[in-house]
């Protein structure tokens, strides 16, 4: 099993090969600040009592508070929060905005509980967490499995506590309760400004045939917004399984037939797949949009596509990343390419902060401009250095966190 920490922590080794930050940066950003494991009991709706894991990451703050999302998963566990929020620092540098990096999380499976249950469950975590919450200290977002209502929950419990009333403490909350214009679409959507940026320096064609892993947030959003640009989606999966038509699918009509049956498959019109045929469709952009440890060193070799990008957090290994740097396969890194999430989520926290509500159309500027100019200082430094994205990527962030840090 992939320990995603120890990715983590293999990437940023991997830098030290092509610039030397010095010994002190990477000791320093190889453990958290402080990592926080809660429990948290929920009374359920048959009266018993159950304890449910919870967790925080404080990864580093010298950018400014920490920022990163909370996940609901069975599957989360530490390693993997602390992995994510190592990598929120680095995206957050990437991106250029001041925060630094945090993750948090669940070990739940939400659809096993009820509503009722949930919402306990997601004020219960931030009980037990609100000492070290708030604007200008740890700022959580969404991820897997959390939605704007729990943030609405989240948030709204937190004000009971502590009587902070700007409603900065909490990211992707819904618009009427002070969210902000496109947060949902900005993961997908930034991810298509960062590969219409670099588009033609990757030497991808004008109009691309995608693959999609994930049809949630991420990955419906990102889809639905490729074809409206005129790219035609030909293969996309969730948990169970994808389909594939070679001259596109219409989204849709795929999400109503997903809507009356619970699944992909069966779409008239084209062919059910597993999800690792789904990785190893032969295109020009793979997007994975699900989970981490997706393409490894067991399936590399058969990815055929011209580029990745890492919508989903860690889809690819770091022994795949060679086999796959090797075969001339380009990665835009999940740092850079989903990094419109929280680009967005810090436009939410200012806008708050502020008082003011932004227009749609002021948010997709400002996230164009953001998503734009980190694409292309990372090539830059990709250039320069004669490394990869990933790397490059690694670079800008280690650049900007070590101008600000203090030893
Ligand atoms: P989500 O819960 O909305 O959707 C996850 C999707 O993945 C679902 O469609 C699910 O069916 C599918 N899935 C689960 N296991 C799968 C598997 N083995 N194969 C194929 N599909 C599978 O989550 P999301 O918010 O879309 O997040 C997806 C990824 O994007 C995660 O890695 C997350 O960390 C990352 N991300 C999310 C955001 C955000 O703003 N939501 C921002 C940055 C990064």
Not at 298 to 319: D, Q
Request: charged residues 25%.
């Amino acid at each position: 099993m992939n320990n995603p920490f120890q990715n983590a922590l293999t990437q940023l080794n991997k830098v030290a090969t092509v610039k030397n930050f010095g010994e002190k940066l990477f000791t320093e950003l190889s453990q958290p600040d402080r990592d926080v494991r809660v429990s948290i009991p929920v009374s359920m709706d048959d009266g018993s009592l159950r304890i449910f894991e919870g967790y925080r990451v404080e990864y580093n703050n010298v950018l400014g508070p920490y920022k990163g999302g909370i996940r609901y998963h069975q599957d989360t566990e530490i390693n993997e929060v602390k992995a994510l929020a190592f990598w929120m620092t680095i995206k957050c540098a990437v991106a250029g905005i001041p925060m630094g990096g945090g993750k948090g999380g669940i070990t739940v499976d939400p659809k096993s509980l009820s509503k009722a249950e949930l919402e306990k469950l997601s004020r219960g975590w931030v009980k037990k967490l609100a000492d070290i919450l708030g604007p200008k200290k740890d700022v959580p977002a969404p991820d897997v499995n959390t939605t704007p209502e729990i943030m609405d929950w989240m948030s709204d419990e937190f004000e009971k506590i502590t009587g902070d009333k700007t409603r900065a403490t909490f990211t992707g909350k819904p618009i009427e309760k002070g969210g902000s214009e496109g947060r949902g679409p900005a993961t997908g959507l930034g991810g298509f400004y960062v590969l219409n940026s670099l588009r033609a320096q990757l030497g991808l064609p004008e109009k691309c045939k995608v693959v999609v892993q994930g049809f949630g947030n991420v990955g419906l959003n990102a889809a639905e917004i490729f074809i409206a640009h005129g790219h035609s989606v030909i293969a996309i999966s969730d948990s169970k399984g994808g389909v594939y038509n070679e001259s596109g699918l219409d989204l849709e009509k795929l999400k109503e037939h997903k809507k009356s049956t619970g699944m992909l498959a069966g779409f008239p019109g084209s062919k059910d797949i597993t999800n690792e045929e789904l990785l190893e469709t032969k295109c020009d952009l793979l997007i994975p949009a699900a989970f981490e440890n997706q393409i490894t060193e067991k399936n590399a070799e058969k990815i055929s596509t011209k580029v990745i990008l890492e919508l989903a957090n860690g889809p690819v290994t770091p022994e795949a990343d060679d086999v796959l740097f090797e075969k001339g396969i380009a990665i835009i890194p999940d740092v850079l390419a989903n990094s419109g999430g929280v680009t967005v989520s810090y436009f939410e926290w200012d806008q708050n902060l502020k008082g003011e509500h932004w227009t749609e159309k002021e948010v997709f500027d400002k996230l164009f401009k953001k998503m734009n100019d980190s694409a292309q200082e990372t090539h830059k430094r990709g250039k320069e250095y004669s490394t990869d994205l990933r790397r490059g990527a690694f670079i800008l962030a280690l650049e900007r966190i070590k101008e600000k840090m203090q030893f």
